[in-house]
């Protein structure tokens, strides 16, 4: 069976900044209590992750904040959440 073919970063490093810096987004929209912040940067960290190949952890971080995207589900925010949800399966 052919393998899925998948975006490789070109930069590893760079990647594990983005990773980083997505954290840090998410940490700050969590601490404001906005629920939009909080999807959407949920749904950047788990990309990345997917990305860097760490799915698990892509899923541990997209998987708490379920809820909150079916509150927004209008929201491109919640699409992009639950596109990244399903890539990491």
Known sequence: MP???RFTAPDA????QHIANA???LAQALERAD??????????LGGLLTTAR???QALAALMPHATLADTVPTEEAAGWYWCASATTL
């Open 35 to 44: 629920t939009l912040a909080t999807v959407d940067h949920a749904a950047d």
């Open 23 to 25: 954290r840090e987004r």
């Open 3 to 5: 393998e899925f073919q």
């Open 13 to 16: 490093a760079q990647l594990a």
């Open 54 to 56: 760490q799915e698990a």
